[in-house]
């Protein structure tokens, strides 16, 4: 073979050589997705014949909760059983269901935080696995594998407009701090878990202890009946309440109350889906998690003053609640130092 020769076979060689590997490489994601799709449609089969999925939830009187039942259960003929009760309470029974082997529950709905200490202390949960719309999951809510962001409960202030004026409403958190606002904020216990947890932890990162020292010389009044202390002030017993929930604006429409996004932003509370270790119906239980992010879901979430997780754009929400729900968030609590937090509020307000 004469070296012209030699090396036009080995050009060609190369060329085929580098076609091959290029062609090599795409195939997979080319077909890739008709895999998932595969992958899915087993899965959605599957559940179908488990026909049932459970899940303890700790958000009691989620009236989504009964969207959710009907549209599943019309979808797929999947029975959905639900279990409402305190965070705390959720948590122990899943403990004591996984210790002694009797695993009822499939699927757990809670707070960011109690999640947290349950992966980490209780160990009582395995990875979703993936999911058709986790690329759908907004930057601030990304999923990690085992903690499935659903939505969010964002707090502001709640103002009675008889009382306060425009002009006077509070523009910043620091506001509060006004000596016009002496023994005349209603607030949810700051030394406990639960939204005045969140707000002590968020302002406590973001203003430190001098803040809290300032807001404790107002005399806050410490109530933790939280739908009536919204009431109190609509009722115009008091002026400002904090922190209230955004989902108080579409209960309380018509009365003299207006929610407050402060300038700093919202601080939040993330709720999430985790799948139980040796759920009884797993196939059920990622299929419903899915759901949680489907549009529908997310769009009754958000009707009720919900925060989405999702980028999807949502129909049929109050304008006000959804203005509301594109405000900055501030932060939320970290599980880690959850406790810290709250001996540190028990020291300053006393």
């Known amino acids: 073979m004469s070296a012209p020769d ?14 091959g590997l290029t062609a090599s490489s795409i195939l997979p994601s080319i077909m890739a997705p008709a895999r998932a799709d595969d992958q899915w449609s087993a899965l ?8 049932r999925v459970v899940l303890y939830s700790a958000f009691v009187g989620l009236a989504a909760h009964k969207e959710l039942k009907k549209d599943f259960e019309s979808a797929y003929g999947i029975t959905v059983d639900i279990l409402e009760a305190r965070a705390s309470e959720v948590r122990e029974r899943i403990r004591i269901e996984q210790a002694a082997g009797r695993n009822a529950a499939d699927v757990s709905e809670n707070g960011r935080t109690t999640t947290t200490l349950q992966i980490k202390e209780e160990r009582v949960f395995e990875p979703h696995g993936p999911l058709p719309s986790l690329g759908r999951l907004k930057a601030d809510f990304p999923s990690d594998g085992m903690r499935l962001p659903i939505f969010a409960i964002v707090y502001g202030i709640l103002a009675n407009t008889m009382l306060v004026k425009p002009a006077d409403e509070p523009k910043s958190w620091l506001d509060l701090t006004d000596p016009r ?23 406590q990162d973001l203003y430190g202890r001098s803040f809290h020292e300032k807001l404790a010389q107002q005399e806050l009044k410490f109530s933790r009946e939280i739908p009536a202390n919204e009431r109190r002030v609509a009722r115009g017993e008091l002026p400002l309440y904090i922190p209230d929930s955004l989902t108080s604006l579409l209960e309380l429409k018509g009365l003299p109350v207006k929610f407050i996004a402060p ?56 304008p006000a609640v959804a ?26 307000y006393r």
């Open 6 to 19: 030699w090396k036009q076979r080995a050009r060609i060689t190369r060329r085929a050589a580098v076609f």
């Open 44 to 51: 959605v089969a599957a559940a179908k014949k488990e026909g």
């Open 181 to 203: 606002w002496k023994g005349k904020i209603l607030s949810d216990d700051l030394r406990t878990l639960g939204g005045g947890g969140v707000l002590f932890s968020v302002l």
């Open 263 to 318: 300038k700093e932003g919202l601080p939040y509370v993330g709720y999430d889906l985790a799948l139980l270790k040796n759920a009884p119906h797993p196939n059920a239980a990622r299929l419903l998690m899915e759901h949680y992010l489907g549009k529908t879901m997310q769009q009754n979430l958000a009707k009720l003053g919900l925060l989405p997780t999702t980028t999807d754009a949502l129909t049929g929400v109050d």
């Open 323 to 348: 203005q509301l729900e594109t405000t900055k968030l501030l932060g939320t609590t970290d599980p880690e130092r959850m406790n810290e937090m709250l001996s540190l509020a028990q020291q300053i």
